[in-house]
């Protein structure tokens, strides 16, 4: 059985180090013997520091996938969907290697970014790093708390991880991310019922709005999906807020087994539903870089090491 990188479906954390690399040497050898290395630094951290509750991932941009595994693709990989309607966009900002690192302590996720970038030295460079943070009772920056209809327990395996019907990949996670910016001073000029109005979802106490008093345009209506059978459409969202005094908005992750979940629901978000209703949350918050990846099992990382 492949195992599953321990950060896919892992709790929530207080702290995170996410680490954008671009590969700057054509040598994948080396670089998929480092990638194994780094799972041991994981592991390392994990077992010296338990109480931490660390957890890690390591994910392969869609451009970059067949320079470093030739030959073995994961069935449905496919570049990040850049997305265009009036003066919203959802841009395609590709990248090779991504790290996520979590612990429940600042300093873990510190060290180990540090030793990641030492191991990956003089073979790509670092060309993004944002620190999430868990902020108050699991809030995002807009003051709602998000992550409450995700998958729980062992369902999340199911909606996030690939199973038997791609056999080379099972155990591994198709990854989207998108770096959101929040106009701050205007989401907050909103009345708070406006804003829950745009949620679907009471702010204080965090109460579902019942289905028929969703507006077309509230973001839980929006990113609620069923298929032609009436079931849900499902993703593991792994978000967590960034920012300080002058930059403020949302790591936003999604784990899935396949990457049509994601793409279904930014299409809903950003060009609405058949009336062109789009999600009214997109008026505050703008994504500046979407990039999807593939994170193979453990096993998988390990198996093709050299
Ligand atoms: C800055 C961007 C975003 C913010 C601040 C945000 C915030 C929230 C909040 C507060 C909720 C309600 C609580 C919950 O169930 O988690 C929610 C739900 C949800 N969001 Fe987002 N979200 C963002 C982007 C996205 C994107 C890009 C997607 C997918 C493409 C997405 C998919 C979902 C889904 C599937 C739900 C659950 C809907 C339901 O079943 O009720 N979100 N989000």
């Known amino acids: 059985m492949a ?27 080396v670089i998929r013997a480092k990638l194994a290395h780094i799972l041991n630094v994981f592991e390392h951290y994990d077992e010296e520091h338990y ?41 395609a900002t590709p990248c090779d290697i991504f790290i996520q690192i979590r612990a429940d302590r600042a300093d873990v996720c510190f060290a180990i970014g540090s030793e990641v970038c030492e191991l990956l030295k003089g ?17 995002d920056l807009i003051g709602f708390v998000d992550g409450t209809e995700n998958p729980k327990g062992m369902h999340k395996f199911d909606v996030a991880v690939v199973g038997d019907d791609d056999p080379d990949f099972v155990g591994g996670s198709y990854i989207h991310m998108q770096r959101y910016r ?22 204080e106490d965090n109460v579902e709005y019942a289905s028929e008093d969703k507006a077309a345009f509230a973001h839980t209506k929006r990113s609620s999906l069923k298929d032609e059978n009436g079931n849900s459409i499902e993703i ?8 300080d005094m002058t930059v403020k908005g949302l790591m936003f992750l999604s784990f899935a087994k396949s990457p049509k979940p994601f793409t279904l629901m930014l299409k809903s978000m950003m060009y609405g539903d058949e009336n062109g209703v789009y999600d009214k949350l997109l008026d505050y918050t703008v994504p500046e870089t979407g990039a999807a990846f ?13």
């Open 3 to 29: 195992q599953v990188q321990k950060g896919i479906c892992a709790e929530p954390n207080l702290h995170a180090q996410y680490l954008m690399f671009n590969v700057i040497d054509d040598d994948a050898q």
């Open 51 to 91: 109480e931490a509750m660390v957890s890690g991932v390591i994910a392969i941009g869609s451009s970059y996938w067949s320079d470093l595994y030739p030959g073995l693709i994961p069935m449905e990989l496919a570049p990040f969907p850049d997305m265009e309607c009036d003066d919203r966009h959802a841009p």
């Open 123 to 139: 073979h790509v460079e670092l060309f993004e790093e944002v620190k999430g943070f868990r902020y108050l009772d699991g809030r």
């Open 182 to 203: 929040t106009n701050m001073d205007r989401w907050q000029r909103v009345p708070v019922k406006q804003q829950e109005d745009i949620i679907g979802r009471t702010k």
């Open 236 to 243: 593991l969202r792994q978000s967590m807020p960034y920012g």
């Open 294 to 306: 593939f994170a193979p099992s453990l096993t998988f990382i390990k198996r093709n090491k050299d």
